[in-house]
């Protein structure tokens, strides 16, 4: 069976059957609501409602979870250790009679034995994709209203200069690509289905063009936020080209995204116009 690697500290308690000295435990004055976890299997070993401060320094419960912890008597039978009742971890020991709850229980636990799974989950974790793929108006309409977008925002990127206008992107001086940025829900849409979309609304075949519009922002490109990134980039490019398409689309390392002018935003929803140069066409 499978259990999460330690660390020395942990091993020293929850192996060897340490104790942590009081007071200075992660998890002994936490008072949020959710349950208590096995440090080293992950099993649920007790409630945020059965935990109370009992001032004796560790973290203190009342009850445990029916079935999740095991005692054990001390072999001088002067104490009840308790262990996971899944995978044997010390979690410290058990004591009772001692009235401080109408349960009449204390389980003093080695915070270093725990981890703990919060009733309040932070929010959802977003993930940003950068494509340049000619007029950036185009490329964001198309990529609006895929479920798991939560949202879009043209601008430039891949050139020198600061704080660039639409004016000196325009002049094809700047080395900027007119491109969008896309915040996106991982679990709701992967980034490889945002980047076959990318390569099926534009033709990764045309060099520094696309379609009317021709010049170096107009350019075809992903700039990747990571590894993960680059290498799902790279093998759809892999693909296309084994189906004899010659793709010319460069994979950069994402860099400052300079949004664009605030009139760019949106456009073609704003203006109720259609894209002249952007058309679905299925690849993959």
Not at 48 to 73: H, Y
Not at 92 to 101: K, Q, R, S
Not at 223 to 249: C, H, M, P, W
């Amino acid at each position: 069976m499978s259990y999460r690697k330690l660390t020395a500290e942990e091993q020293a308690v929850i192996i060897d059957k340490g104790t942590e000295r009081p007071f200075t435990g992660q998890y002994y004055l936490n008072k949020e609501k959710g349950v208590y976890l096995c440090r080293q299997c992950d099993v649920p070993l007790f409630r945020s409602n059965d935990k109370f401060e009992s001032g004796t320094g560790w973290p203190s419960f009342d009850d445990a979870i029916p079935g999740a912890v095991r005692q054990v008597p001390d072999s001088d039978g002067r104490r009840t250790e308790i262990v996971c009742a899944k995978c044997g971890g010390h979690l410290g020991h058990v004591f009772f009679d001692e009235g401080l709850t109408g349960k009449n229980a204390r389980y003093c636990v080695n915070s270093v034995s725990l981890s703990f799974d919060p009733a309040q989950k932070p929010a959802a974790a977003t993930e940003r994709a950068v494509f340049a793929g000619g007029c950036f108006w185009g490329v964001e309409y198309q990529f609006k209203n895929i479920k798991g977008v939560l949202s879009t925002r043209v601008g430039y990127t891949g050139g020198k200069t600061e704080h660039p206008s639409y004016k000196q992107v325009c002049t094809g001086d700047t080395g900027h690509a007119e491109a969008l940025e896309v915040e996106f829900d991982p679990k709701v849409v992967s980034y490889e289905t945002l980047a076959k979309r990318f390569f099926e609304i534009h033709d990764p075949t045309q060099f520094d063009r696309q379609g009317p519009d021709v010049g170096t922002q107009y350019r075809s490109e992903v700039f990747y936020e990571n590894d993960e990134q680059k290498r799902v980039a790279e093998s759809l490019i892999r693909q296309l080209e084994a189906k004899g398409y010659r793709v010319v689309t460069q994979v950069s390392k994402a860099g400052v995204f300079w949004p664009a002018e605030d009139y760019h935003q949106d456009y073609y929803e704003r203006t109720g116009h259609h894209p002249y140069c952007h058309i679905y066409q299925k690849r993959f």
